[in-house]
């Protein structure tokens, strides 16, 4: 079964605009990952958070995480054509286990 | 490093046939890993590997799947006999450690007629 949930399941903005999802979990973690999924291709890695920490900074992503209230959300600031992309949380209860994504389309 | 390498990258088969699916993780990586995704179950964990070691294979659906690690280089996914319900993308990711952070292959894109 799946860990996370991420929320909304689809997203479509205008490029420059925030795009912000959201992941909610069940048990307790260690941390929280992010990824990203391009049509087609593999998962890439995009952030990770440990359960001590609330926010964590990467170029124009920011994630937060609030454990208790079991979740977390990305935020990606002045978004690209190239950031559509689905996007996973995945937490490491018993294993790592991923959420069923967040499909963000960037629209020119 | 050329990163986890998976082939073949598609493959079409009929039900009743063998599939082998192979994946070479990045050299030093002690985990490695084989998810498979489909729209209607999303990402679900199948078994992973700790030093060519089978840890957790809760995930594999049924006996017609099997997965092995004959060394650190390269490790298999076999199902026999596929059925058309086995259609979907089989990952393999690789890591240093259990909760880190993965390293996707391309993946294989399944399909059994």
């Known amino acids: 079964s799946q860990q996370g949930e991420e929320d909304p399941q689809a997203l479509s903005i205008q490029e420059g605009e925030n795009a912000t999802m959201n992941c909610s979990y069940k048990t307790s973690i260690n941390n929280l990952q992010w990824y990203r999924q391009n049509s087609g291709r593999g998962l890439v890695h995009l952030i990770l958070i440990r359960s001590n920490e609330r926010e964590k900074h990467s170029g124009r992503l920011r994630v937060t995480l609030d454990t208790s209230k079991k979740s977390s959300s990305l935020l990606i600031t002045a978004s690209r054509a190239a950031d559509t992309a689905s996007y996973f949380c995945?937490?490491?209860?018993?294993?790592?286990?991923f959420g069923t994504g967040t499909r963000l389309t960037i629209i020119p | 490093d050329a990163g986890v390498i998976q082939s073949p990258r598609h493959e079409v088969t009929e039900m009743g046939q063998e599939v082998t699916l192979r994946c070479k993780p990045i050299s030093g990586h002690d985990y490695l890993f084989w998810y498979r995704q489909t729209m209607m179950r999303g990402l679900e964990l199948l078994i992973y590997f700790n030093n060519n070691v089978p840890i957790d294979d809760s995930g594999m659906p049924e006996d017609r799947f099997s997965a092995k690690m004959p060394n650190a280089s390269f490790s298999t996914l076999k199902i026999q006999p596929s059925e058309p319900r086995d259609s979907a993308v089989y990952f393999c990711?690789?890591?240093?450690?259990?909760?880190?952070?993965?390293?996707f292959g391309s993946g294989t894109q399944l399909s059994v007629l």
């Open positions: 995945a937490t490491d209860g018993e294993k790592l286990t």
């Open positions: 990711a690789s890591s240093f450690d259990r909760r880190g952070k993965l390293f």
